[in-house]
């Protein structure tokens, strides 16, 4: 059975390139022009460099001794002069012609242009030893002779993504090299100095090593110099998740259309219906209760008492202001705001907090602590630092030290939602929310064992936000943390619901935030960049338009299950409608 196309159904018309090129045309090296072989030529200038350069100091020697001006010279001067310029220039060109070659000859991106204005379709043109197929296929390069065969079209998908097809010999040669391991892949970007060039000989090197095609995954459209060095190692593409806006969210009196990365079918549409519930209810109020990022380094001392007189050291108040200048050395924003000891034997956990202003702030707070380490080996040399994390921080990991003393932005984030709002728009009634409530997130919780996981769906929100805004999606673990609570109010007519959220962790700044697209949700919600008026105010409000995000989704997705309408909207807007046993049939 033939596959569904997923190009144009028009007639194919011909193609051919704006440019027509000989394919008999050979590109010649600049080498090709010397008089003697390249290796011969590379003896040639260091024997030159080296002989001139002994030449002149002998010569300015023998001027110092006799007390003769250096800058009188005579013709075998000049010329030895000369010759040294000549030859430096060659070895600065790192034996000169095929370095320089790389750099006059580059490939021109706009060889092949369609002529086709209907179509708008590439053109990429095979020369006879068909070596230049489309991306995604095996090679083995060394071909037989073929038969003239008609050339090779690729024909844009329906991303509006150009095809990749590797179109010199130079990227060929490159593409061998890092097939062979002969040229690691890493290394591509500085080699080249083409951070999408690499990006493109990486993916063709991962297809033929790999057998395996990676035609769905785009290429172009991408900043590749926007994540060299700070955001991706490697890269051959970039995955696509659609943003959906829930919205208004209505917190604080403000308004917030909330950008949300997911492929969960029903999640924006579940939050965005917590958000018309709470702004027909009035809007929530969210409040800021804790801001401080936390980095716990473990040191080890020879015995135990050496690890408590640091300890008694570290929490006394009269050593606090000196820890807290050596502390902000390395930052204009990282304050130090409190240290917190816990001892395991002869090990001893620091456990210090800090502000960290718009950042998220983990980079900013490490080189804190690490001032503060090399500050403390002057009265402590038997510290030994076993690492600048020992696990008590606690990231990327549900913890107890999180939930209870928080990390990053701890808040808290309530509302009370009319009784007929809780009746017409979330189709169930304030008794059943509240007895929901108790038994699942509360109650049912508890049976689990949970940690932190008093809640329904919070992580949900959390990570699409995340994702969309450029956060690191792996702190939903402990940014997830949330206790969610429900109570009939005003004579049991409205519902009160509160979530508690003690360890949110954002930025504004440094990360994936300072990419396009996550740039733009930040904009969007009024948070991008440093706060100019209050540092740190945007990754503040930012936390709290997160706990009212999850406000929103826990009060929709309990009314679903109070009222029996998870399973049919899931069915409805997340699974196909189709009926399995038929179909295998």
């Not at 050979?26 to 590379?42: C, E, I, M, R």
């Not at 090197?205 to 490697?234: H, N, V, W």
């Not at 696509?240 to 950008?259: D, F």
């Amino acid at each position: 059975m033939e596959a569904p196309r997923l190009y144009s159904t028009k007639p194919a018309q011909s193609l051919k390139p704006s440019k027509k090129i000989p394919l008999e045309e050979d590109h010649g090296k600049a080498s090709d022009a010397l008089p003697l072989p390249l290796h011969l030529t590379n003896a040639l200038f260091f024997t030159l460099f080296f002989s001139v350069v002994y030449f002149l100091l002998s010569r300015w020697r023998e001027k110092i001794r006799t007390s003769t001006p250096l800058h009188v010279v005579t013709f075998s001067e000049i010329i030895a002069i000369l010759s040294f310029l000549a030859s430096f220039i060659y070895l600065l060109g790192f034996f000169g012609i095929d370095f320089v070659q790389s750099l006059v000859f580059q490939p021109s991106p706009d060889v092949w242009i369609a002529e086709d204005e209907e179509e708008d379709n590439e053109v990429l043109l095979a020369k006879e030893d068909a070596r230049m197929v489309p991306c995604g296929q095996a090679l083995d390069c060394s071909l037989p002779p073929l038969p003239p065969a008609a050339p090779i079209v690729t024909v844009q998908k329906v991303f509006d993504e150009k095809p990749v097809t590797v179109t010199t010999e130079e990227d060929e040669e490159i593409i061998k090299s890092v097939v062979a391991g002969t040229t690691p892949s890493y290394s591509l970007e500085s080699k080249l100095g083409d951070c999408k060039r690499a990006a493109a000989i990486r993916r063709e090197a991962l297809q033929r090593l790999t057998g395996k095609s990676l035609s769905g995954l785009p290429l172009d459209g991408f900043d590749y110099e926007s994540i060299l060095g700070q955001c991706c190692e490697m890269p051959v593409g970039y995955v696509q998740i659609p943003v959906g806006i829930a919205g208004p969210l209505l917190v604080n009196g403000r308004e917030y259309s909330v950008p949300m990365a997911t492929t969960e079918g029903c999640l924006v549409a579940s939050t965005n219906r917590g958000c018309k519930a709470i702004h027909l209810s009035g809007g929530a109020t969210s409040v800021l209760l804790k801001d401080g990022m936390t980095r716990a380094p473990c040191v080890r001392f020879g015995t135990a008492k050496r690890a408590a007189d640091l300890k008694l050291y570290l929490e006394d108040p009269d050593n606090f202001e000196t820890l807290s200048v050596v502390f902000k050395r390395s930052s204009r924003f990282g304050r130090l705001q409190g240290i917190k000891c816990a001892i395991a034997g002869k090990n001893l956990y620091i456990r210090f907090t800090c502000s960290t202003g718009d950042a998220m702030g983990m980079n900013m707070v490490s080189k804190g602590v690490q001032n503060v380490l090399d500050f403390l080996q002057t009265d402590f040399p038997d510290m030994d630092v076993i690492g600048i994390s020992g696990n008590f921080c606690s990231d990327k990991k549900p913890a107890a030290v999180n939930w209870i003393e928080g990390r990053g932005k701890s808040v808290v984030c309530e509302a009370i939602i009319k009784g007929d709002v809780v009746r017409k728009v979330l189709k169930t009634s304030v008794e059943s929310l509240v007895e929901l409530n108790m038994l699942k997130n509360l109650t049912g919780s508890a049976m689990a064992g949970a940690l932190g996981g008093f809640n329904a769906h919070a992580s949900n929100i959390v990570t699409a936000i995340y994702i969309a805004t450029g956060q690191d999606p792996a702190q939903n673990v402990e940014s997830s943390h949330c206790i969610t609570m429900m109570e009939a109010v005003n004579e049991g007519k409205d519902l009160h619901i509160s979530v508690t959220m003690p360890s949110i962790e954002v930025g504004t700044v440094g990360g994936g935030t300072q990419l396009a697209s996550q740039s733009a949700c930040l904009n969007l919600l009024g948070v991008k960049g440093a706060s100019k008026e209050t540092p740190g105010a945007n990754s503040r409000m930012l936390a709290t338009i997160v706990a009212g995000a999850v406000l929103a989704g826990e009060l929709s997705l309990m009314s679903a299950l109070a009222a029996g309408q998870l399973v049919k909207s899931h069915m409805k807007y997340n699974r196909s409608s189709k009926d399995v046993s038929k179909a295998s049939s």
